[in-house]
């Protein structure tokens, strides 16, 4: 089982920042690529974004595109997604996943090994 550590979820206001962070073992993280992923209540759970093992590669959704950017520590075995004008609608459980698909594959959440416990994103408008 890999143990995938989150953080940072709080409650903020619109137009505020807020950085998540993901931590995990050393080997899963040299080994796979890591996407975050969130569910707000009521609503399927909904790719955000995805950074391959090696960090050339970002892909985001759309609804965060431009808003949203992922970076990898090396040092720490952390990615972090940094969110920039948070809207109402970006509140959700976001919990991040490691996975070895491909680009093509890589939103769909069923292509995840495994997942962290969550963190809680709350923006108020």
């Known amino acids: 089982q890999v143990h995938l550590v989150e953080f940072g979820g709080d409650v903020v206001q619109a137009g505020s920042s807020l950085r998540l962070g993901c931590t995990a073992p050393?080997?899963?993280?040299?080994?796979?690529?890591m996407g975050w992923f969130r569910r707000a209540r009521g609503k399927e759970r909904e790719f955000v974004a995805a950074?391959?093992?090696?960090?050339?590669?970002?892909y985001y959704s759309d609804s965060v595109k431009g808003r949203f950017t992922l970076s990898r520590d090396t040092a720490r075995y952390t990615v972090y997604l940094q969110m920039n004008n948070l809207k109402p609608e970006d509140t959700a459980d976001y919990y991040c996943g490691v996975t070895l698909a491909n680009a093509v594959s890589i939103p769909n959440w069923k292509t995840y090994a495994d997942w962290g416990q969550g963190t809680q994103v709350t923006v108020s408008s």
């Open positions: 950074i391959n093992r090696d960090g050339e590669n970002a």
């Open positions: 050393r080997r899963t993280f040299n080994t796979y690529h």
